[in-house]
């Protein structure tokens, strides 16, 4: 019970105080602990929910459940590790006068606002709600997004504003739509849009509307998540950001808007008792994947590289989602953990990487490994891990996802091979030159933050070699409930 | 009132709506857009205090008065002190092919009635039948975002595709529970002041609120 709230009233706290009080040297440290205080929180409500069961609080607007309650502590997680890794990455910025303490303290007070508004839209039990969640993690991240005042940063930012204000806009139209359904069945006011009644009733709801919502929802969210053809804003806010925020949208912000329109395919499902919203996953699923390995071999900034692998993740995830029943479902979810654990560890690793060089252009990052063999080894091992080479846990996952098409879909193997085929061959080639060869790297003021790097890998290693069997349990309780 | 008044003052004010839908697409002078914004604001409030009244329904009271003055008093407010601070007031967009945008702005108000339509049956409130004309606002209003080269019409066309979806909660709903119209108006809010700092940064990076500067980010070959 107390759990619950402290996981969101310790960020919305560490925001107010980060972002009122003005810049203090301690801010990053505070930054670090308020981050390392949600994430013990979150914990304690994982051991909570595991012996209790599910539990709903604030008369029912919250709702912890298996499901949501392995992406809280994923989040507080990777909020967590990200707040380390921008302690030392921030300073370097800092002292070489990218970022004056009046943009840092913006940084740290709008970083909480975000682990906020991300937690309350995983655990937020009213489907309206979450929808506002959502929309205020855009709010909160957009002035991060142009930190560095750069015309690119100004550029993405407003792109990031103008395409994702738009499409959650789609995603209030399904909601009201939603409510219309739902409206009929448990009448008007307060339990309505909460998913729990919902999902109970599922099965009453109109089918038609629910039917056109799922579209709008579908869209919304969708452009949240980075599918294709809603995915432009991603690349840009991702490599014009400071590093630790593509870190975050890529680890946290995509995983929560999949969330969404996971939490809302379950009712759609339920009503319409067809394929067709799973058959809509797959797909958007399977175009991100295309769109992406067409765009990976053009890029020559290396966050923007990586941004595109993100988007051919969560397509990989959408699709799993899509496919529906118990093992697909059980890949995506690994699929979504591992991704966000991976994924952040990789942009915590070229982070550095781009400060030791200068530059984010591929050509000019060469070497790395002379100069600091940790970088060097952080994104080589970071990208085999993202690119499904076993013993990792991307490729767990990815092998069920492809074995369960196989025998479900067996016409969407080879696009999905395909992706990740081009998505090997690039982002392989181009890690290579980037880790070995003659160096360009310069030593950093502070040693980097590699903590992040390694813990998160490591974490990965675990769940391709042994998933735990709570943490397996967890999962397939949490796949049975999708469906 | 008797029901049919209502209804029919209902689809008098959906129509209003649609109308400056219509108006604010052409509309050149960021002011008179300013103007209309508000007008927007104004009947949707009204149209939300005409439900209220002839279903009694309280809590729809409580969303006339936030409309009030967010949508025709904060909102409108802000962006006369914007344009102010960036020496706006008189702006003159060109405007292309203001016939084609129209035109497709017609068919836009077809597809929506089409769609709209077994909703609406369904929806069985008095105010159902203007889901259609709330649809097809939403819609306008993308339109008027994607033709639009300037920051802050394209803002106040954000803006009125909000109205637009509010519009549509009370014709199909009588509204959405008050806990999540609260957190909309809010994101909202936040979203408008969001908006006024972007045009200073803009401003300040690009001397100019011209979206064409901002199309530099693309894919090379």
Redesign the interface.
Known sequence: MTEALLVLALPLAGALILGLWGHRPWAAEANSSVSLLTFLAALALTAHVVSMGPLTLLSE?LFVDAFNVFLVTLTAFVGFTTALFSRVYMRVEQERGKLSPARLRLFHGMYQLFLFTMLLALIAN?I??L??AM??AT?AT??LV?LY????G??????Y??LC??GI?QA??GT??L???A??VLG???T??LWTHLNEVKGEL?P??LG?AFVFLLVGYGTKVGLAPLHNWLP?AHA?GPTPISAVLSGLLLNVALYAVVRNKVLVDGALGTHAAGNLMMGFGLLSVIVAAF?LS?Q?DIKRLFAYSSIEHMGIATFAFGMGGPVASFAGLLHMTAHSLTKSAIFFAVGHAAQKTGTQVIEDIRGLIHVSPAVGWGLMLGSIAILGIPPFGVFASEFLILTTAMRDHPWATPILLLGLGVAFAVIFSRVQAMVFGETTAQPLPHPPALFPVFIHLALVLLLGLYIPPYLAAWYRQAAAMIG | MNAHTVTQLINLLAALMLLIAFAMLSQRRILRLIHLFAAQGAVLTLNTLLVAIALGQSHLYFSVALNLVLKVLLLPWILHRLIDRLNLRWDVETLFNVPTIMLVGIVLVIVSFNLALPISQLAGTITGGTLGIAMASVLISFLMMITRRKAVAQVIGFLAMENGLFFAATSATYGMPMVVELGIALDVLVGTFIFGIFFFQIRETFDSLDIHHLERLKERE
């Open positions: 607007l009213n309206g709600i929808w506002v929309e205020a709010l957009v002035l142009s005042r750069t015309p690119a100004v550029e993405a930012a407003w792109k504003f103008i204000g738009v806009a209030l139209f009201i739509l409510y219309l359904a409206e009929r008007a006011g307060g309505a849009l109109e038609t509307v056109i840009d014009e765009f053009r020559k």
